[in-house]
């Protein structure tokens, strides 16, 4: 694989698909930042970096109402 090869730039995406915490998203970042070239994957780590943080957002708009429903099942 080099670089260039599509296959490994989109490769990032199948592994940070289900990342969900911050720290995840500095560490690419970071990563990023100490790689800059990205080759075919420049636009892959882009769409990365958009899914992590709505993941991100995802878990806090919810989470609340999870902790909720945890609690009212425990309390049953």
């Given at each position: 694989f080099t670089l260039e090869h599509r296959g490994f730039g989109r490769a990032i995406l199948s592994i940070t698909h289900s990342f969900q915490e911050s720290s995840y998203l500095e560490q690419m970042n970071a990563l990023f930042t100490q790689y800059p070239n990205a080759g075919a994957g420049t636009s892959a780590?882009?769409?990365?970096?958009?899914?992590?943080?709505?993941?991100?957002?995802?878990?806090?708009?919810?989470?609340?109402?999870?902790?909720?429903a945890l609690d009212a099942t425990l309390r049953q």
């Open positions: 780590r882009k769409q990365a970096v958009d899914q992590v943080n709505m993941n991100i957002e995802w878990i806090k708009s919810r989470e609340q109402n999870l902790h909720d």
